[in-house]
């Protein structure tokens, strides 16, 4: 079908359409294929959805174990010894952020310091890490750690996260 959609023979090889045209919506004159390089990327992002609602899955367990080692999908550093398609999964993290809609109650499992349900942004890159000691609270905390009552319950003696108690009095606990 390329060849032909190419040059319009099988056996030419000159391009009579451009691979952005075939690719434009029918009502513009292409035959409305998608692109793959889009596929490919929507493809990544629900394998990246997968690994961060646990599905239950032999791929997403292997990955848990091997590859995230116990750390969370958003502290996973960048190391030449990855393959290629984690690379592409940590260099989708931006997108997938901007993506995902929170939802925050006694029960939530997100990590506190390593997923980026505030603002967008992990607490851990905001804050660092001396404020994850001076809070007292476990590396690995839950922000089911912070609610109780359903309501925020900041431990009140570190400076920087009453600024964020203060910020997250709009979020809403469900």
């Not at 994850?132 to 920087?160: C, E, F, K, M």
Request: proline fraction near 3%.
């Amino acid at each position: 079908m390329r060849a032909f959609l190419w040059s319009g023979s099988t056996d030419k090889r000159r391009a009579k359409v451009s691979w952005a045209r075939v690719c434009s919506p029918k009502n513009e004159g292409g035959l409305g294929l998608r692109r793959a390089v889009y596929c490919n990327r929507e493809a990544m992002m629900r394998l990246v959805w997968d690994i961060l609602m646990d599905r239950p899955s032999l791929w997403v367990k292997w990955s848990k174990v091997e590859i995230l080692k116990g750390y969370s999908f958003w502290r996973l550093k960048l190391k030449q010894s990855l393959s290629l398609t984690w690379k592409t999964f940590l260099n989708l993290r931006a997108q997938v952020s901007n993506k995902l809609v929170y939802s925050v109650g006694r029960s939530s499992s997100w990590s506190l310091w390593y997923d980026p349900w505030f603002q967008n942004c992990l607490l851990f890159s905001k804050l660092g890490g001396r404020v994850i000691y001076d809070s007292g609270l476990p590396r690995d905390a839950t922000l089911s750690v912070v609610i109780s009552d359903s309501a925020w319950n900041w431990p009140a003696h570190v400076r920087q996260l009453r600024e964020i108690s203060s910020a997250c009095a709009d979020i809403p606990i469900g």
